[in-house]
């Protein structure tokens, strides 16, 4: 939540305990909707390439 702009809404992150791993987020926006993202069925270890965060990117130049 931006502190000088608390109206803009906010992201409430929720974790697992042991091990901790993200789980879920809700969006809250400033016209009071909330958005809800849960993970599951996640995959550990493997490998990633840094080009799928490189937000200098388009979503369509990404090679995945």
């Given at each position: 939540q931006d502190p000088a702009h608390p109206e803009y809404g906010n992201i409430e992150l929720k974790f697992t305990d042991n091990p901790v791993e993200l789980r879920q987020w809700i969006i809250n926006?400033?016209?009071?909707?909330?958005?809800?993202?849960?993970?599951?069925?996640?995959?550990v270890g493997g490998n990633l390439s840094n080009s799928l965060f490189d937000i200098t990117k388009t979503p369509s130049s990404v090679n995945r």
């Open positions: 926006d400033g016209n009071g909707s909330q958005t809800t993202v849960v993970l599951g069925g996640l995959k």
